[in-house]
């Protein structure tokens, strides 16, 4: 959708949109190219980077908040976030991977 001077207001599918901004106490939005999830505050770390750690480890809340040493209310957010937003989440991984794969082929 546009506004009445062209800019983009809204994109035509919704998984693809921002995620709404809540009072996260531990989150914040970050200018990037074209990541839109929220980074973990005082940290060039992604919401994302800690959930899929946590799942691809099998790691508690405990286990991560010493693992990125981080409260555990911290985690707790970063999981509530990553689980509202996960399409977002796996629209960014996907872009990623295919960004490191056309990265590998200009090297090769």
């Known amino acids: 959708m546009k506004d009445r001077r062209g800019n983009i207001t809204e994109v035509?599918?919704?998984?693809?949109?921002?995620?709404?901004?809540?009072?996260?106490?531990?989150?914040?939005?970050?200018?990037?190219?074209?990541k839109k999830q929220l980074f973990v505050k005082g940290r060039r770390l992604t919401a994302a980077q800690v959930w899929l750690d946590m799942r691809a480890n099998g790691m508690s809340?405990?286990?991560?908040?010493?693992?990125?040493?981080?409260?555990?209310?911290?985690?707790?957010?970063?999981?509530?976030?990553?689980?509202?937003?996960?399409?977002?989440?796996?629209?960014e991984a996907d872009e990623e991977k295919l960004f490191l794969e056309d990265y590998l082929q200009l090297k090769a």
């Open 12 to 34: 035509a599918l919704p998984d693809l949109q921002g995620p709404e901004l809540t009072d996260w106490t531990y989150l914040v939005e970050r200018p990037h190219a074209w």
């Open 61 to 91: 809340e405990r286990e991560a908040a010493e693992n990125w040493d981080l409260p555990v209310e911290a985690i707790s957010e970063i999981m509530e976030y990553c689980e509202d937003n996960a399409a977002l989440v796996k629209m």
